[in-house]
């Protein structure tokens, strides 16, 4: 179809409407031409629409040399509805109206496959709603584009996802290759919103600055992502997954989620991601930075919620891995704010340079809220109250929250005032951990009743000191860690931390090179001479004294 005479549907005599009306196995569309909105509703035969021709000779021989076909809406309607109907889409724009790609489920299961597709410049880029119950409703995008799609009333003007309610199984979404959701503005969930629906999202170039989550805005909340429902799920994977045989994804780069804001006055939480009623999040290679919210700079996490980060099995980077950074909040948790029976839980992770009021780099409230950290980086975050910013803590667990950290590093960090402030926290557990922060405040301080268990620390003050705590010195800390200036926070062989406890609990993860925890180096005498402290304070096993480790099993990347 086009506009060319060698077209069997020729634009002018005939509307891609009409072609449609057909129900043809396949349309092939010539870019020689703009169509007008289609509908399409229970085909019984057509499969495919697919554009890039550069005109109907070209369609017939099936030689793709144009990027896409253009079809284009006036606002008022959706450029392409299509119901109750299974189909491929590849190599086509949807423009200018109210909704790019729309898709509704009424009576019957569907299954729509999306390659090398663009929708812009409409109110709504794609809506996905299985309202009605039916079957099952699933979309699977490949090098999908979605961007400069403004609305301020409506939910994730990037793509918007609607289930049932009635099993996550039933309306899902799963996007790979290099797609991304850029420069979109709505009411909640600027890039995607999840409304009882389940998302893969498969990260790709993370140079292409097209790709992953970027620069939208929520209005009311959720800049780039809001995950909301029992049965939502967002999974983030910046590495390879196989889904049906094939690998999407590469282990070069993580899934960006950056740029993204949640206008920050009045409640406006979760500048990169939101999460509320009973939603579940997993996310493993992602960088979260410079995203910004009133609360939540970075992620915002409430109202019985799962939020899991953890590496993949092949890692572009080991210190990196996940990036949680550079997110700004104007009240608190510059990287995380978790509230209300939120659980969650972060390892492989680093937080770093970011700024709020409180809780730079997290802050934990609320009875039954937990918090459980293993293998994480905490550096540089704050910046001694500068440019508008207090950076009073920089982890604040409050109001009967928990906190269990072990194995962790939580260094050069610059809080005005305490680096921990556990407020009437129901269990605050750290283990095996450096907390050297010379240019914060005290290490701890506690206010109110709580449950505090410390073990295994090395500290650059005597606050709170465990009776197992050491205080390292400006020249101990010197020797004792790789480069502190590039944030590699590793340990030198000889440092001060190696060989040092065993802890109340085993690590449940590896540490930052993947390594197992427990490495006896022959080089070390155990602290107290103790055979049972093999175990290495912080986020880093040494293995420097073991050539098989450190030459043969070295992750990919250790940047």
């Known amino acids: 179809m086009g506009a060319d005479a060698a077209c069997d549907f020729q634009i002018g005599t005939l509307s891609l409407q009409d072609a449609v009306d057909a129900d043809p196995t396949e349309i092939r569309l010539a870019s020689n031409t703009t169509y007008a909105p289609v509908s399409i509703?229970?085909?019984?035969?057509?499969?495919?629409?697919?554009?890039?021709?550069?005109?109907?000779?070209?369609?017939?021989?099936?030689?793709?040399s144009a990027d896409r076909s253009i079809i284009a809406g006036t606002n008022n309607d959706a450029v392409m509805l299509i119901e109750d109907t299974s189909i491929n889409l590849a190599n086509i724009q949807f423009t200018n109206g109210l909704i790019g790609l729309e898709v509704n489920l009424i009576n019957t299961s569907a299954e729509i496959f999306v390659d090398n597709v663009i929708t812009n410049f409409n109110e709504q880029g794609i809506l996905l709603e299985n309202a009605s119950g039916a079957p099952g409703l699933y979309f699977f995008a490949e090098d999908l584009k979605s961007h400069n799609n403004i609305n301020t009333t409506r939910f994730g003007n990037g793509l918007q996802c609607i289930g049932t309610g009635?099993?996550?199984?039933?309306?899902?979404?799963?996007?790979?290759?290099?797609?991304?959701?850029?420069?979109?503005?709505?009411?909640?969930?600027?890039?995607?919103?999840?409304?009882?629906?389940?998302?893969?999202?498969?990260?790709?170039?993370?140079?292409?600055?097209?790709?992953?989550?970027?620069?939208?805005?929520?209005?009311?909340?959720?800049?780039?992502?809001?995950?909301?429902?029992?049965?939502?799920?967002?999974?983030?994977?910046?590495?390879?997954?196989?889904?049906?045989?094939?690998?999407?994804?590469?282990?070069?780069g993580p899934l960006i989620i950056s740029g993204n804001q949640a206008n920050v006055t009045g409640a406006r939480f979760g500048g990169g991601i939101l999460i509320g009623a009973s939603a579940s999040v997993q996310m493993s290679a992602v960088a979260l930075f410079a995203n910004q919210a009133r609360r939540g700079g970075g992620i915002y996490s409430s109202v019985n919620t799962q939020l899991s980060i953890f590496k993949p099995t092949n890692c572009w980077s080991a210190i990196n891995c996940n990036f949680i950074g550079l997110n700004e909040s104007t009240e608190a948790g510059g990287g995380l704010f978790a509230i209300n029976e939120a659980k969650v839980e972060i390892g492989h992770t680093r937080f770093s340079q970011n700024r709020a009021l409180r809780g730079v780099a997290a802050l934990i409230n609320g009875q039954n809220t937990e918090f459980y950290l293993e293998t994480v980086l905490i550096d540089q975050n704050g910046d001694a109250g500068q440019n508008g910013f207090s950076d009073d803590t920089i982890l604040t667990i409050e109001n009967n929250a928990q906190l269990e950290a072990k194995f962790i590093t939580v260094i050069d960090n610059n809080s005005v005032n305490e680096v921990i402030q556990s407020n009437n926290a129901s269990l605050l557990s750290l283990e095996a951990s450096y907390l050297y922060n010379p240019n914060g405040g005290p290490f701890l301080t506690i206010l109110g009743?709580?449950?505090?268990?410390?073990?295994?620390?090395?500290?650059?003050?005597?606050?709170?000191?465990?009776?197992?705590?050491?205080?390292?010195?400006?020249?101990?800390?010197?020797?004792?860690?790789?480069?502190?200036?590039?944030?590699?926070?590793?340990?030198?062989?000889?440092?001060?931390?190696?060989?040092?406890?065993?802890?109340?609990?085993?690590?449940?993860?590896?540490?930052?090179?993947?390594?197992?925890?427990?490495?006896?180096?022959?080089?070390?005498?155990?602290?107290?001479?103790?055979?049972?402290?093999?175990?290495?304070?912080?986020f880093h096993e040494n293995y420097s004294s073991d050539i098989i480790f450190e030459d043969g099993f070295e992750p990919i990347n250790t940047d």
Do not use: K, W
């Open 41 to 64: 509703r229970g085909a019984t035969f057509l499969s495919t629409v697919i554009g890039g021709f550069a005109n109907c000779t070209d369609a017939a021989n099936n030689i793709i």
């Open 449 to 538: 009743n709580d449950t505090s268990s410390l073990s295994c620390l090395i500290l650059d003050d005597s606050n709170n000191l465990p009776t197992d705590g050491f205080l390292m010195s400006d020249t101990q800390y010197s020797n004792a860690f790789v480069n502190p200036a590039a944030g590699d926070y590793r340990t030198l062989p000889g440092a001060l931390g190696i060989d040092y406890c065993q802890p109340p609990t085993m690590p449940l993860l590896t540490d930052v090179n993947d390594h197992f925890r427990g490495y006896d180096d022959p080089n070390v005498v155990n602290q107290n001479s103790s055979q049972f402290n093999v175990y290495d304070i912080g």
């Open 166 to 252: 009635n099993g996550v199984g039933n309306t899902e979404a799963v996007v790979v290759g290099d797609s991304g959701f850029y420069n979109n503005t709505s009411a909640l969930g600027g890039g995607v919103s999840l409304e009882n629906c389940r998302m893969l999202l498969v990260g790709g170039d993370h140079t292409d600055s097209t790709v992953g989550i970027r620069n939208n805005t929520g209005q009311q909340g959720g800049g780039g992502i809001v995950v909301l429902g029992s049965d939502a799920t967002f999974v983030g994977i910046g590495s390879t997954q196989t889904i049906g045989g094939i690998t999407y994804g590469n282990n070069l």
